[in-house]
């Protein structure tokens, strides 16, 4: 047993704050909801890595030009870089929003010419800063053929299935992220019937837990889309949009925040506003990264590893 | 992300010379009409204006915002990015509740009153 394996919440929060923070690849295995620690990357890399292995790239902000990050495409073209250089190819990736700043068609372009570098099959969910456009209708028209109402989906994996949810769509005054009646009854017809043995993964942009009501990272109707999913043994839950890691587990639910790949964003209630985060030009690449999912057959486990672009 | 107080010349060719005394500070309530975002919040969050004036709003964060009604009761405004403007002129007296509709924390209120004497419009 590791001195991480005791119950005491906010200590193995600050653990997990420090050793994200500190820059490290760290890969956590989640038994009986209980994290375990199994050490930096070098040994993650080393142990059993069967099963399925897939990535979360998130907050790419094609367009991006501001201080923070004069240059949002090169750091994406970095992060699929370090995709293309991994020892082991994922089955796929999965993209938590805001693949774009402003919703424009040549951000739209510029982001898939980088991304399909990684010649991978990339599952895309939109962020808030995709449906800008003035008819909303850009991200459907690339993304949302295949997918029910504003993009919403699902799909199955070596017996793991995804969920790919849209909660930047259609936000309400003095609210925080939405998923909405239809999307709702949709979900909870989706898993109905599924085995409680299956692994679930459910991403969306805006968290699905509540990091920081001030500054909007949460969503409104986020638990009753958990509750459908209470008979599972395994929830993983995967958002963005906060630009840095967050984890969180929940009984059977391990909540996931991945670092964007544009700018980093202050840790809730540091800065006057969760605005884009100026830090000196040799820590940038601290802050931005991919996140590394393996699921290991018939045990029920996950591990996430969260791989900075640099350090 | 700490954005200068004193308004750069881009802004102040785009509002107009009307702001010259309210753009020095961030607190420009004294300019009727004039909401700018600073910090994902809407200053002065609630404006007070005579119908048919126009309301101009100023995105001062390094992010985009838009400004959304919250009834639907007037025209959205694009995306606006660093420094944009939008300005929607209210011609009917009432409360417009509005927020940002990237941010919906963001909320703020038009309060259009009725002008009085001949120039009445309403």
């Known amino acids: ?311 | 992300m700490l954005r200068p107080l004193i308004a750069s010349s881009v802004l102040g060719a785009t509002v107009g010379s009307v702001l010259a005394a309210g753009v020095l500070f961030a607190r420009a309530e004294a300019t009727p009409g004039t909401v700018f975002i600073d910090n994902f919040i809407f200053n002065p969050k609630a404006v007070t204006v005579k119908a048919g004036t126009t309301v101009t709003w100023t995105n001062r964060d390094d992010i985009v915002h838009g400004i959304a009604s919250s009834n639907n009761a007037f025209k959205k405004s694009p995306a606006m990015d660093t420094d944009d403007t939008y300005s929607f002129t209210f011609t009917t007296p009432g409360t417009y509740q509005y927020f940002c509709y990237l941010h919906p924390q963001m909320v703020g209120s038009i309060v259009v009153e009725a002008t009085t004497g001949s120039n009445a419009t309403q």
């Not at chain 1, 930096?40 to 998130?58: C, K, N």
């Not at chain 1, 090169?74 to 089955?91: D, H, R, S």
């Not at chain 1, 919703?103 to 099959?121: G, N, P, T, V």
């Not at chain 1, 999913?229 to 991945?258: C, D, P």
Request: net charge negative.
């Open chain 1, 1 to 311: 047993m590791s001195e991480f394996d005791h119950r005491d919440g906010v200590s193995r929060r600050k653990v997990l704050e420090c050793m994200t923070w500190c820059g490290t690849g760290v890969l956590w295995t989640i038994s009986g909801g209980v994290p375990h620690s199994l050490g930096i990357m070098g040994e993650a890399q080393a142990a059993d890595t069967r099963g399925l292995t897939f990535l979360q790239i998130s907050d790419s902000h094609v367009g991006f030009d501001k201080p923070a990050n004069p240059n949002a495409l090169g750091t994406l073209e970095e992060a699929i870089a370090k995709v293309n250089a991994l020892p082991q190819k994922p089955a796929f990736m999965i993209h938590t929003g805001d693949i774009t700043h402003l919703s424009k068609e040549k951000e739209f372009d510029d982001a898939d010419h980088i991304i399909s570098q990684s010649r991978l099959d990339v599952h895309y969910v939109p962020g808030e800063h995709d449906f800008v456009d003035t008819d909303r209708k850009i991200y459907s028209e690339r993304y949302g053929r295949a997918a029910k109402g504003h993009g919403w989906y699902s799909f199955d994996a070596n017996g793991v299935h995804f969920i790919g949810l849209v909660n930047t769509f259609d936000l309400k005054a003095g609210g925080l992220g939405n998923l909405g009646t239809e999307q709702l009854e949709w979900l909870e017809h989706d898993v109905k019937g599924r085995s409680a043995s299956s692994p679930i993964v459910l991403f969306a942009h805006v968290p699905l837990w509540t990091v920081y009501q001030d500054w909007g990272w949460g969503t409104d109707d986020s638990a009753q889309a958990l509750s459908y999913l209470k008979k599972f043994g395994s929830v993983t839950v995967l958002n963005g949009h906060i630009h840095q890691v967050m984890q969180k587990v929940e009984g059977n639910v391990t909540f996931h925040t991945a670092r964007s790949t544009a700018f980093p964003q202050p840790a809730p209630g540091t800065a006057p506003s969760p605005g884009p985060m100026k830090v000196p030009e040799d820590q940038l690449r601290k802050m931005l990264g991919i996140a590394n999912v393996n699921f290991k057959q018939n045990e029920q486990r996950l591990a996430i590893v969260d791989s900075p672009l640099q350090g």
